[in-house]
């Protein structure tokens, strides 16, 4: 489904994607690891259009997306959801998730759906509840987490990218994020690429590993595999001693 080819990406004179060859399947879910400042976000930004690749090809269900624009690539059925939550804070909840309906790729069935009533089923299925009035600056670190989460499902994706919905969540909330990411792959067969920090609820959840360090894919696997891999164990043991790499 998705074909990350041979990706290098500079900022300047600094290289923070080194020949990246990443292939997901479709209805797979992913993990994405590596110490802070590794390339995790970066991978995000050139498959979701936000930045070119300096080099490389990213193919998305047999076309080249390598030079889309970001709405091009969600309407194409990728989106995200960001690292720090993004909401607009002067709309309602409601609201928010309306937008994406509104942006989103809309198939057949959603055109005939009124966007605010879809955009109502999104937050319940992430387990939102909130009065009609309520703004997003009166939601929990939890709950702005599944706001952004709903937000991204009313686009209609096809493909998830989920940068670490757990980071700033205590530990109700980080057990109860995950299961809304369980729950957008079984129910809803979106593929996902998630990158967290967490690893233990990762490591749970995911079908396969891929390990980056400086920019680099140095392991992919299974869980299993990635965790008793000397490289990953040696990456992740650096970065206990120096906090990060950034
Ligand atoms: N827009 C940018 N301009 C310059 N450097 C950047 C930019 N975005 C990211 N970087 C650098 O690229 C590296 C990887 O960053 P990032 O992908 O955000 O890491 P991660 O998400 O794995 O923590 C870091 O060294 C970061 O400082
Ligand atoms: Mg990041």
Redesign the pocket.
Known sequence: MLEVSAVD?F??G?Q??KQINLQVTEGEFRGLI????????????VISGV?KPSAGKIKFLGKDITEHTPDKICHAGITRSF?IPRPFKEMTVVENVTLGALFGKGNAASAKEDPSSEARRWLEFVGLRVDENTMPGELTAGNLRRLELARALATHPRLLLA??VLSGLNQEEITQASMVLKKIREELKITIIW?EHIMRALMNLVDRVTV?DY?QIIAEGTPEEVSRNPKVIEAYLGEEETSS??
Not at 34 to 45: A, D, L, V
Request: hydrophobic residues 35%; charged residues 15%; proline residues 4%.
């Open positions: 990406k900022f300047g600094f923070a994607l590596g110490p802070n400042g590794s390339g995790k976000t970066t991978i995000f930004n930045y690292q940068d670490e990158v980056l920019g790499h950034a």
